[in-house]
């Protein structure tokens, strides 16, 4: 029985270990991306709990459920509710990380015919070829590289709109794509997986650059954050804009909670009225998003643009 007793200890101080950059709200990379890992953690203390109890453990099924409890409080975003969707939106985006896959990208461009959508955002795209700008021929103005190495985001669009220029952060940092359609910015993000302090660093200046940026006006910031609404990141943008995408909607790796993570996100400011879902799977690991706005925009010709082929 000894090997077992051992063993049950250790798996409890695993599961503790996972836990503790969460509850003591660590914020240095790597352990920061163990936050984003709540709901799993939250489940393995269930079952450790669970387990604990069949055994006659009372002491440690006591902790694993304060620890269930502390947990469950300190993430309203598992409990928080998104806006409704929007009756008869102005402007309809289709947003995906394609993985530098072509095939995705024309996966995606049929996703976005059915939605009719204006614009189509990609991150992580491919190298500019041919049969990429047959699958989105449909959406001839672009704004921003075509290039997989900047690790930026790619703003397909079906009319002339106004390109921003990129925020001015420091050499390194991924590249901040942003559009103007007349009454709405539009600033779309690929933040880098916060693995080091440095790439930490970068992923927070992003934000706070996105927060910046929508103090112009409406503005619709949108992107694969690498980052859960539970995460300090996440919540920088929170306490200023309303988040569109639901935080139990799992985009990444699996569609189901606990299984996979949200890490997609929309979000806008208090003034618009918009909507975002998580759309079908169309071959990359990341499910796309569609956003709904309400608000007329007005899409019309602008200084900036350029027509992708």
């Not at 008869?88 to 990208?105: E, S, Y």
């Not at 049969?131 to 921003?144: C, D, I, K, N």
């Not at 706005?293 to 350029?306: E, K, L, S, T």
Request: hydrophobic content about 50%.
């Amino acid at each position: 029985m000894a090997p077992v007793k051992d063993m049950f200890w250790i798996t409890g101080a695993i599961i503790l270990l996972a836990a503790l950059p969460a509850l003591l709200n660590i914020r240095t990379a790597p352990l920061e991306l163990l936050a984003n890992l709540r709901p799993q953690v939250i489940v393995l203390c269930i079952a450790f709990g669970c387990a604990a109890l069949t055994v006659g453990r009372y002491l440690p099924a006591g902790v694993a459920a304060v620890l269930v409890a502390v947990l469950l409080a300190t993430t309203p975003e598992l409990f928080s509710r998104v806006p409704p969707p929007v009756a008869q939106p102005a402007l309809t985006i289709v947003w995906c990380n394609v993985f530098r896959t072509d095939d995705v990208v024309a996966r995606l461009a049929v996703l976005a015919r059915k939605e009719a959508a204006d614009l189509i955002i990609l991150a992580d795209p491919p190298n500019d070829s041919a049969r990429t700008r047959q699958a989105l021929s449909e959406y001839p103005f672009v704004y921003g590289a075509m290039d997989p190495d900047e690790h930026g985001a790619v703003i397909f669009s079906r009319s002339p709109l106004t390109g921003r220029p990129r925020p001015d952060l420091p050499p390194g940092v991924y590249p901040v794509s942003i559009i103007d359609t007349g009454e709405i910015r539009i600033v779309a993000m690929h933040p880098p997986v916060a693995l080091t302090p440095s790439r930490l660093r970068a992923s927070n200046l992003m934000m706070a650059a996105a927060v910046q940026e929508a103090t112009a006006g409406p503005t619709l910031v949108i992107g694969d954050m690498n980052a859960t609404p539970w995460s300090d990141r996440l919540r920088l943008l929170s306490s200023t804009l309303v988040r569109l995408s639901p935080a139990l909607g799992s985009t990444w790796f699996s569609s189901l909670p606990v299984l996979g993570l949200p890490i997609d996100h929309a979000f806008v400011t208090p003034d618009l009225r918009a909507s975002a879902r998580v759309g079908p799977g169309v071959g990359s690991d990341h499910l796309p998003l569609i956003v709904s706005i309400q608000q007329p925009a007005v899409v019309g010709p602008g200084p900036g643009h350029r027509p992708a082929a």
